[in-house]
Nanobody, 124 residues
């Protein structure tokens, strides 16, 4: 059983910063990719940033230069440092993982997992 446990989020004024963290718990063999998606009310879930286990990052254009994603392949965790937050960044942020999972006789994956979501609210 694998779970993604998120922390961080909250309420911040425009221009402020927040840090989100997500740790994969369970029989993890490796990280293929981990990342963050977000969903604002009435909108579809969208990619924010992803990163491979080797550290290659990819960002949505709307957050490039403001957000920084990092990965710890030993701790099986990913963090998202968000700076210069704007009201348009308000959403529920979901951690996503494409993980290699240790099964009884072999390794399976990458298998996709989602966190439960954490609210980020930016007020003007």
């Amino acid at each position: 059983q694998v779970q993604l446990v998120e922390s961080g989020g909250g309420l911040v004024h425009a221009g402020g910063s927040l840090r989100l963290s997500c740790t994969a718990a369970g029989n993890i063999f490796n990280i293929n990719t981990m990342g963050w998606y977000r969903q604002a009310p009435g909108k579809q879930r969208e990619l924010v940033a992803t990163i491979t286990g080797g550290g290659n990052a990819n960002y949505a254009g709307s957050v490039k230069g403001r957000f920084t994603i990092s990965v710890d392949s030993v701790q099986h965790s990913v963090s998202l440092q968000m700076s210069n937050l704007q009201p348009g960044d308000t959403a529920v942020y979901f951690c996503h993982g494409g993980l290699g999972v240790i099964m009884e006789y072999d390794v399976e994956g990458p298998v996709e997992y989602w966190g439960q979501g954490t609210q980020v609210t930016v007020c003007s």
